[in-house]
């Protein structure tokens, strides 16, 4: 199998953002949001997802994090839907349950082509560090539509903030390794409809 990379530039007049992705990485991150928890999750993700992902975003933080956030998401997603190809051969499901220390996460996704959201996280804490914690349901819709997913993610249990929201993160990447990885029993795409 080829290696399967893209390179993705956004430029609003909120965010100019660089984003290079390789599906069948080795889990190097080299990341700056100007966000630094943020920084840590796509970290995380691409280290338990064995992605190489280099992105540097350059964002209107002065108002807060909501652009940069959903910004990433939309150029990781079309990154992914990019470097995917034409998803002959992959496993295409990926599921995960990750625990945290007290916090337990699951994460379900499909690379169908139909994207879709279905998020729980919970109660939690407003913000950690710089970090507003309703955006990571934002950065999920974001990479999913724009990736063309369907995504479930769900905080089972949990009482610290930073570990239900690190558990969601790594629970991703762990899905992704999951269905993007090449299935040596299939033959073509991996849907009787003979396309996704």
Not at 67 to 73: A, L, M, V, Y
Not at 109 to 137: C, H, K, N, Q, W
């Amino acid at each position: 199998m080829s290696m399967r990379t893209a390179s993705v530039e956004r430029k609003t007049a909120e965010t100019a953002i660089k984003l290079v992705l390789n599906l069948d990485g080795r889990g190097n991150g080299v990341i700056d949001s100007g966000i630094g928890f943020f920084d840590h999750m796509l970290n995380l993700m691409a280290s338990h997802g064995l992605l190489d992902l280099t992105l540097a975003c350059d964002g209107d933080l002065e108002v807060d994090g909501h652009h940069s956030i959903e910004d990433i998401g939309i150029a990781l997603g079309q990154a992914f839907k990019q470097a995917i190809g034409d998803k002959k051969g992959i496993r295409r499901y990926g599921t995960f349950y990750l625990p945290m220390d007290e916090a337990l996460a699951f994460v379900s996704l499909d690379i169908s082509g139909r994207p879709f959201l279905v998020y729980d996280g919970g109660e939690m804490a407003p913000m950690i560090g710089g970090y507003d914690t309703e955006l990571t349901e934002e950065f999920l819709r974001a990479f999913a539509f724009h990736a063309g997913i369907t995504l479930h993610v769900k905080v089972l249990y949990g009482t610290n903030s930073h570990h239900k929201v690190e558990a969601v993160f790594k629970a991703l990447g762990h899905a992704i390794r999951q269905a993007v990885e090449d299935d040596p029993r299939v033959e073509g795409i991996p849907s009787t409809k003979g396309m996704l």
